[in-house]
């Protein structure tokens, strides 16, 4: 299966041995050498454990949201439910997705590597379940499930005219989005679609909180969710794009940056307590952190720019390329690029190599 498959531009001060951050997150496991749990750790069990807390909080987020839109799913009449006759309801339960999307996201690096099952029941894409499954009843919490499958049916009048055609191109099993349209739909959505996101996010929530995090899925991790941004910017030419029905994936980057900020800051003082070109590579990484995160806070909203017509990743033009989006394709082309000297995925493997930490 292929993997997916806020302007959150974090300014964040180091301080070592814990990581702060600007209101739009928590403050996690700071605290002095002699106090708690972290005394007498050394850099790299102090960089997982505040790696391993951040994700417990954003864990613990997604779990609430999922819960809170499922409370606020209207209760089922004989003709479902739609956007205008429950208003109130449906904003309640795109905002709650919004907050669960962002949770996610922050994590989503630590979380594919951890639990792999759950990641593609929580945050796989339509079409990789039609591929591989189908989906005969779209509420029911079976076939299609998770957030998207959610996503899809609460922007269902909205949906981009692209994102329509491709999916509408998926063959026999290919269902059109729609609000629920009946008692049993609404029902269904509630105590099927719903339910099953509460109780992946729970059950993820529950089990992450007694593992033994590691470097490799605490450091690596993050760098394969900082890889995945040229896909995610890429696929909006076909409507493939990750958060397509709500029109949120550029939201859903900058979390996915934002993340890998905090995890780099967890690290920095370890990777600063190595000789050699350690503190090259770090100027490096936060070089290309902030190129990355001054492109993503300079553009509006929570959706990519449009894409040029007749876009070709492989071949754009010069006038294409100076579009928003052709700028943005270039920015983060560059710097997913594991191959580019001096790219923030490149600048982020070589910290990793210089800490020793072993490859997934």
Known sequence: MTRREGAVSARRTYIPGCFAIAA???????GSDDEGPRAGLGYEERAVLDVKAFIQTNLDDLASAAAALQAAAPEADEDGWSAAADKDAVDAMKAEWKKARQAYERVEGAIAVIFRELDESTD?????????????????????????AIERILWSDAIPPAVVEFESGLGARYLPAAFPATEAEAKAFKRGLCARLVADTRKMQSDFRGLALDAPS??????????????????????????????????????????????YDAFQGWLLSKEGDAAAVDR???DGFERIEEAYAALPGDALPPVPDMWSSGAPTAEQIE????????????????TVEGSLVRSMIDAADLLDIPEL
Not at 24 to 30: G, V
């Open 284 to 286: 490096a990484v936060l």
């Open 24 to 30: 739009s997150f928590t403050l996690l496991a700071c």
């Open 218 to 263: 605490a450091f690596r991790g993050v760098i394969g969710s900082l890889s995945e941004q040229v896909e995610k910017v890429a696929k909006a030419a076909t409507g493939e794009e990750e958060s397509r029905y709500a029109q949120y994936t550029l939201a859903d980057m900058r979390a996915n940056v934002a993340a890998g900020r905090l995890t």
């Open 323 to 338: 579009t928003p989006f052709g700028q943005l394709f270039s920015l983060v082309q560059r710097e997913s690029d594991d």
């Open 124 to 148: 796989a894409r339509y079409d990789a379940f039609i591929e591989a499954s189908g989906d005969a009843d779209p509420f029911d919490g079976e076939g299609v499930t998770g957030v998207h």
